[in-house]
C-alpha cells in the first residue's frame, strides 16, 4: 500500500476526471515513492523492496557514533519498532551477543538506539558489520507526514502531464516549437525531501 492514495494524488490534477486513469496514476504514484525512498537512502527491505512504508529491515553498522560510543545512528529512519539488537564483532550474532532491551531505549524520530547508561551491562563494538538491528523502520500509511504526500503528489502530477514528451526536448505545434519541460524533480519537492533524507544522504 502506497502513502498517497490514487484520490488524493487526483486532487493534484483537477483536468483529469473519472477512473480511467486511475491504473496509471497508481503505477506512477508506486515509481515515484520507490524512487524517493532511493533518494532518501532507504535500503531493499526484507521483501527486497525501497519503499517509504513502514518496513522490515536487517541493518548491519560497523559501529556505534564516532561522537558518542553509547548511541547506534541507523541509516534509515524512523524507527518504528526494534527486535534485536546484536554486538558481535565475529558476525556471528548469537544469543550471547545479544543485547537485552532493556539495556537501550530510541530516538525513533532520529533512528537512533541510546544505551541507557544505568542499566547496560554490554558496550556497543566497533568492526565490519559488528551490530546487526532487526528493526522496522517507515512512515505509517495511514498518517503520513502531510508535507511528504505533498511533494508525492506533485511530483506524480508532473509525471503524468508530461509522459507524452518523455525523451523529448523540444516539441512543434502549429508550425511553432516549444521547450519541453525537463521531467526531473522540481527544486520546491527537493526542499521538502531535505529534512527526510536518512544518514549520509545528499539532496
Same mark, same amino acid.
Not at 172 to 180: A, F, G, N
Given at each position: 500500500?502506497?502513502? =498517497?492514495?490514487? #484520490?488524493?494524488?487526483?486532487?493534484?490534477?483537477?483536468?483529469?476526471?473519472g477512473? /480511467?486513469?486511475?491504473t496509471?496514476? $497508481?503505477?506512477i504514484?508506486?515509481? *515515484?515513492?520507490?524512487?524517493?525512498?532511493?533518494?532518501? +537512502?532507504?535500503?531493499?527491505? #526484507?521483501?527486497? @523492496?525501497h /519503499?517509504?512504508?513502514?518496513?522490515?529491515?536487517i541493518?548491519?553498522?560497523?559501529?556505534?557514533?564516532?561522537?558518542n560510543?553509547?548511541?547506534? @545512528?541507523?541509516? =534509515?529512519?524512523?524507527?518504528?519498532?526494534v527486535?534485536?539488537?546484536?554486538?558481535? *564483532?565475529?558476525r556471528?550474532?548469537g544469543?550471547?551477543?545479544?543485547?537485552a532491551?532493556?539495556?537501550?531505549?530510541?530516538?525513533?524520530e532520529?533512528?537512533?538506539?541510546? %544505551?541507557?547508561?544505568?542499566?547496560? /551491562?554490554?558496550?556497543?563494538?566497533?568492526?565490519?558489520?559488528?551490530l546487526?538491528? *532487526?528493526?522496522?523502520c517507515?512512515?505509517?500509511?495511514?498518517?503520513?507526514?502531510?508535507?511528504? *504526500?505533498?511533494?508525492?503528489?506533485?511530483? #506524480?502530477?508532473?509525471?503524468?502531464?508530461?509522459?507524452?514528451?518523455? +525523451? %523529448?526536448?523540444?516539441? $512543434? @505545434?502549429? @508550425?511553432? $516549437?516549444?521547450?519541453?519541460q525537463?521531467?526531473?524533480?522540481?527544486?520546491?519537492?527537493? %526542499?521538502?525531501?531535505?529534512?527526510?533524507?536518512? /544518514?549520509?544522504?545528499?539532496?
Open positions: 500500500m502506497a502513502l =498517497v492514495s490514487n #484520490t488524493t494524488a487526483k486532487l493534484y490534477i483537477p483536468e483529469l476526471s477512473s /480511467t486513469m486511475d496509471l496514476i $497508481t503505477d504514484i508506486a515509481r *515515484v515513492e520507490a524512487t524517493f525512498a532511493r533518494l532518501l +537512502g532507504f535500503p531493499e527491505n #526484507t521483501s527486497g @523492496q /519503499t517509504l512504508n513502514a518496513a522490515d529491515y541493518l548491519y553498522e560497523d559501529g556505534p557514533m564516532y561522537s560510543s553509547e548511541v547506534i @545512528q541507523l541509516s =534509515v529512519k524512523p524507527i518504528v519498532t527486535t534485536s539488537v546484536h554486538s558481535d *564483532v565475529d556471528v550474532y544469543s550471547a551477543t545479544l543485547i532491551s532493556s539495556e537501550y531505549e530510541l530516538d525513533k532520529n533512528a537512533k538506539i541510546i %544505551q541507557k547508561p544505568n542499566t547496560a /551491562t554490554t558496550s556497543f563494538d566497533h568492526g565490519y558489520r559488528a546487526k538491528i *532487526v528493526c522496522n517507515g512512515y505509517n500509511t495511514s498518517t503520513p507526514p502531510a508535507d511528504l *504526500v505533498h511533494a508525492i503528489c506533485i511530483m #506524480t502530477a508532473k509525471i503524468y502531464r508530461l509522459r507524452g514528451n518523455i +525523451g %523529448q526536448d523540444s516539441i $512543434t @505545434q502549429r @508550425q511553432s $516549437t516549444i521547450k519541453v525537463a521531467l526531473n524533480i522540481p527544486p520546491e519537492v527537493r %526542499q521538502i525531501l531535505y529534512p527526510y533524507r536518512n /544518514t549520509s544522504m545528499i539532496l
